[in-house]
């Protein structure tokens, strides 16, 4: 007699069908998964285009030190001065993208290819953007013994004594220096742009009286405006600053729309993974957002940014390089 259950024509036996699904599960148990390498597996380089003990450094240091904590890794922060940043912006662009190299990226990375012929890289093209970590503001600067009192002061005298005040700033091309040639095309007047070689020097030539005017970022100042040695006239900001809260800004001083602000924030070289991208940036906002953190960025004269995201920094890096190229066009400042 036939046994129906034998075989129908196109039918598997069903104890043939479940060992083949019992071969195939154990195949695939047996083939080795993917897996990511955990991040970071070792210590973090933040590459710093400054010397030692400028603001910038700082403020990487104060954050470095608790994102190491977060990140359960040390963070070793890495300066790299030459070039106005370029050689640390070019050591990061070439770096494996795995998460284990950091840029302070920077105003003047931003500015350099506006103001340099040639550079290795692109920061658009070569960098992921993680998110903007701070804010300098900018100040306008005398002597505590200048007869100028006011800005509106200096910018008559200006008119009326055209090429008789000198305006000073730092490096040719970086924020500073580009800030007073705003200042000079905003305010029509035939200032003397004097460029020093660094911040003390500029300082030192304002105290004295060899420019009647600086700018500068304002954390360097502050000492010295409370220590009654310089006059702050305006601070180039949408708002006054909290640790002078006498001082207008520019806008209430008589120019309107001139806002010059410096900043920092962290890159890392393009094709770095997403996630780590993400990780950084949580973390990153976690420890600006800290209250001793924000005190003492606060007490450097640095203003905290807490909300940020890579495609936010990235876009705001793009308007930054398309005013300050802008600003370079329009002074006639010559590539170096």
């Known amino acids: 007699m036939k046994d129906d259950k034998a075989g129908t024509p196109g039918s598997a036996c069903p104890a043939r069908r479940r060992a083949v699904l019992a071969a195939g599960l154990c195949g695939a148990l047996a083939t ?9 597996s070792r210590p973090i380089r933040w590459i ?32 790299r001065p030459s070039a106005g940043g370029i050689v640390a912006a ?17 105003t003047t990375d931003a500015t350099a290819s506006a103001i ?33 009192r006011t800005l509106d002061d200096v910018i008559a005298a200006a008119r009326a004594r055209p090429g008789s005040i000198n305006l000073g700033s730092i490096a040719v091309g970086n924020a500073q ?13 035939d200032l003397v742009i004097v460029p020093y070689r660094s911040t003390p020097d500029l300082l030192n030539a304002t105290a004295t009286g060899d420019v009647q005017l600086a700018s500068e970022i ?47 924030g962290i890159a890392v070289p393009a094709r770095t993974p997403r996630p780590i991208v993400d990780r950084l940036n949580a973390e990153l906002l976690r420890t600006v957002a800290l209250p ?19 495609e936010s920094f990235r876009a705001y890096v793009a308007q930054e390089h398309a005013r300050w190229s802008q600003v370079v066009t329009q002074a006639d400042i010559p590539r170096q």
């Open 292 to 310: 001793d953190i924000r005190e003492k960025m606060l007490e450097l004269g640095v203003q905290p940014v807490t909300t940020t995201t890579p």
């Open 116 to 148: 340099y012929q040639r550079l290795s890289y692109d920061i658009m093209r070569d960098l992921e953007f993680v998110g903007q970590m701070s804010f300098f503001d900018h100040a306008l600067v005398t002597s505590a013994n200048s007869p100028y």
């Open 32 to 40: 080795p998964a993917l897996a990511q390498p955990a991040w970071p």
């Open 177 to 189: 220096h580009l800030g007073a040639e705003l200042f000079r095309s905003m305010t029509r007047t």
């Open 90 to 106: 070019e050591t990061v662009a070439r770096a494996a993208p795995d998460g284990h190299t950091l840029l302070l990226l920077t």
């Open 218 to 264: 304002l954390a360097p100042v502050l000492p010295q405006a409370t220590g009654g040695r310089l006059r702050v006239l305006a601070v180039a900001a949408p708002q006054r600053f909290a640790g002078l809260p006498e001082v207008p800004t520019a806008e209430e001083a008589g120019v309107p729309g001139y806002v010059v602000r410096s900043w920092n």
């Open 48 to 79: 710093v285009g400054f010397a030692p003990g400028g603001v910038g450094d700082l403020t990487t240091r104060l954050v470095a030190a608790k994102l190491g904590m977060a990140l359960g890794q040390t963070v070793v922060v890495e300066n």
